[in-house]
């Protein structure tokens, strides 16, 4: 074990008010839920913050809606709600596949959505869904409550535009046009990291998105747009190494990924016809 458990400390707000307060005074502090990340982090020692803000308990973070046509997501909300709503099913069935081969059932009931976007890993199961999804990140603060578009919310390695006084509260996901498709490379379809996913969209417009190919989650823009002008699949596998650059590391080689990527994207073409 890399830490000692008297290092550490832990607030326990009973509100999502008081939790702002908290974190408006000390942008320091870790906001944290399930913790199916940080107490590996902390074992391991690569999160080296010793303080904590457990936000688990806060009912107004949680919840599966739809208003005004777009479905929103609490943060708090877990992998197994999203399994079993048919809400998202409905309207977003690749969140609910990805959400399956998220670890175990034991991760998948404690592991929230708003966790993996924080954690702001490239190979975060449910990032390239939402970036495909055209997804809004609600961030809120004491003094107001902004909408990020996913897109830009990642700014490098685990590197994103929130700001220490704001939590993640909601996503918002706007209806999805098209077929939707993905798939996750892996030593198993489960309880393992990713060495590559895809996320993608056949309708009016083809977004394709991938996870474990670069610094953050992308879009493969250039790929996508030969798709969407009625290009070839060769030509679209031409222009995907315009849009990724995976590297090597302890699960894959660059050069797997990259030829991965280029069979994922033609079967997604060839199921999605």
């Not at 400390?9 to 199916?36: F, K």
């Not at 610094?215 to 996508?224: D, E, G």
């Not at 990724?244 to 994922?264: E, Q």
């Amino acid at each position: 074990m890399a830490f000692a458990p008297s290092t550490l400390s832990l607030a326990r707000p009973r509100s999502l008010a008081q939790a702002l307060d908290l974190i408006a005074e000390d942008s320091t502090l870790t906001p944290i839920a399930g913790c199916t990340d940080v107490y590996v982090g902390l074992h391991f020692g690569t999160v080296t913050n010793r303080r904590f803000v457990d936000l688990w308990n806060l009912k107004e973070l949680r919840g599966i809606t739809v208003k005004d046509g777009v479905l929103q997501i609490g943060a708090l909300t877990t992998y197994s709600q999203i399994i079993n709503s048919k809400l998202v099913a409905k309207r977003v069935s690749m969140l609910v596949a990805a959400a399956r081969e998220i670890g175990g059932a034991q991760i998948q009931n404690r592991g929230t959505l708003g966790g993996n976007i924080a954690n702001a890993s490239p190979a975060g199961d449910t990032l390239p869904v939402l970036a495909a999804a055209d997804a809004r990140i609600v961030l809120r603060s004491k003094t107001g409550t902004r909408k990020v578009p996913f897109s830009e919310f990642y700014t490098g390695y685990r590197r994103s535009v929130r700001r220490g006084d704001e939590l993640i509260t909601a996503v918002e996901i706007p209806p999805v046009d098209g077929r939707q498709w993905w798939r996750k490379v892996g030593t198993r379809r489960a309880q393992a990291i990713s060495k590559i996913m895809i996320a993608a969209i056949r309708g009016a417009r083809v977004r394709i998105a991938y996870g474990s190919v670069a610094p953050t989650v992308v879009l493969a823009a250039n790929a996508a747009a030969v798709l969407s002008r009625g290009g070839a699949v060769a030509d679209a596998r031409a222009a995907l190494a315009k849009d990724i650059a995976p590297i090597d590391d302890v699960r894959s080689t660059g050069a797997y990924r990259a030829a991965i990527a280029a069979n994922l994207l033609e079967e997604f073409w060839t199921r999605t016809a």
